[in-house]
């Protein structure tokens, strides 16, 4: 069973593996640390430990034979491409809390350009007499799954243009989909430092609901990028973006903003 647990481990890393510790050992010590570590830190760190479990994310309950979770490090990251998007060759040493440090090389791609972040805009459109409520969605080429796909206004920040991701959101949204003006509602606290795109990018981002925006008064869209060419611009129902989502043809970011969008219209009664 040892032999079995340590050439699991072996298969996940570049770095030969040296650990005489089994799970069960690892785990026994962790325990013992632990222990020693609350019964000498006195009543303040039973009060401190009290309040982390009331916080805290839930966590595995099973005897995990690969705790490194206790601690990784980026110990290198070279870049190995770059035009639109970089690709970095990212190494992370992880350090278990017994035997030996263990090194694992990443593929990582993020937008240096970007600030490795982007702000996704929802044209939200109220009901009215003689509509139901709408949102605005363009729809257009991915190259990943060479497809057209729809997805809320989104894109780069840039520092030259934009203040802030909230003027990145207006933007794109008046570029994308040729809407203006509205109410600006941010779905994430200011100081958050934005949603992971993928588990394997560098780039976040920040979701932004705006409530009655109008059409530009030129009537046109203003300038687009060589890429967003293939644009096209629908206004839908609430229940044919769900069909959207549920069918995989809404992009993940903006599946993520709609999901956080919905809980601030319906509380306004706009849903």
Same mark, same amino acid.
């Given at each position: 069973m040892n032999?079995?647990?340590?050439?699991?481990?072996?298969?996940?890393v570049?770095?030969r593996?040296?650990?005489?510790?089994?799970?069960?050992?690892?785990?026994k010590?962790?325990k013992a640390?632990?222990?020693?570590?609350?019964?000498?830190s006195?009543? +303040?760190?039973?009060? /401190?430990? $009290?309040?982390?479990?009331?916080s805290a994310v839930? /966590?595995?309950?099973?005897d *995990?034979p &690969? %705790?490194?979770h206790?601690r990784? @490090?980026?110990?290198e990251d070279r870049?190995?491409?770059?035009?639109?998007l970089t690709?970095? *060759?990212?190494v992370v040493?992880?350090t278990?809390?017994?035997g030996?440090p &263990?090194?694992v090389?990443?593929?990582?791609v993020?937008?240096p350009?970007?600030?490795?972040c982007?702000?996704?805009?929802i044209?939200?459109? %109220?009901?009215?007499?003689?509509?139901?409520?709408?949102? /605005?969605?363009?729809?257009?080429?991915?190259q990943g #799954?060479n497809?057209?796909?729809?997805c809320?206004?989104?894109?780069g920040f840039?520092?030259?243009k934009? +203040?802030?991701?909230?003027?990145?959101?207006q933007?794109?949204m008046?570029?994308?989909?040729m809407l203006?003006?509205?109410?600006?509602?941010?779905?994430l %606290?200011?100081d958050?430092?934005?949603?992971? $795109?993928?588990?394997?990018s560098?780039?976040t981002?920040k979701?932004?609901?705006?409530?009655? #925006?109008?059409?530009?008064?030129?009537g &046109? +869209?203003a300038?687009? @990028?060589a890429?967003? &060419?293939?644009?096209e611009?629908?206004?839908?129902t609430?229940?044919?973006l769900r069909?959207?989502?549920?069918?995989g043809q809404?992009m993940l970011p903006?599946?993520?903003?709609?999901?956080l969008?919905q809980?601030v219209?319906?509380?306004r009664?706009?849903l």
């Amino acid at each position: 069973m040892n032999t079995l647990w340590a050439c699991r481990t072996a298969s996940l890393v570049k770095t030969r593996l040296v650990c005489p510790f089994t799970p069960q050992t690892c785990n026994k010590a962790v325990k013992a640390r632990q222990m020693a570590s609350a019964s000498s830190s006195g009543a +303040a760190a039973a009060s /401190t430990v $009290e309040s982390a479990k009331a916080s805290a994310v839930p /966590t595995s309950t099973l005897d *995990d034979p &690969h %705790p490194w979770h206790e601690r990784f @490090d980026i110990t290198e990251d070279r870049t190995v491409y770059k035009r639109y998007l970089t690709v970095y *060759d990212r190494v992370v040493t992880f350090t278990p809390a017994c035997g030996e440090p &263990h090194s694992v090389n990443y593929d990582v791609v993020g937008h240096p350009s970007a600030s490795f972040c982007f702000a996704v805009a929802i044209p939200f459109h %109220p009901a009215t007499e003689t509509a139901p409520a709408q949102v /605005t969605v363009v729809r257009e080429y991915a190259q990943g #799954p060479n497809l057209l796909m729809y997805c809320f206004p989104s894109g780069g920040f840039d520092k030259a243009k934009h +203040a802030d991701l909230r003027q990145c959101a207006q933007a794109e949204m008046a570029e994308e989909a040729m809407l203006v003006g509205g109410e600006v509602v941010a779905l994430l %606290p200011e100081d958050h430092p934005g949603q992971s $795109e993928l588990k394997w990018s560098r780039n976040t981002f920040k979701p932004y609901l705006i409530i009655d #925006p109008h059409p530009a008064p030129s009537g &046109h +869209a203003a300038t687009r @990028d060589a890429e967003e &060419h293939t644009i096209e611009v629908l206004r839908i129902t609430i229940p044919e973006l769900r069909k959207l989502i549920a069918e995989g043809q809404l992009m993940l970011p903006s599946v993520y903003a709609f999901f956080l969008a919905q809980d601030v219209l319906q509380q306004r009664k706009l849903l």
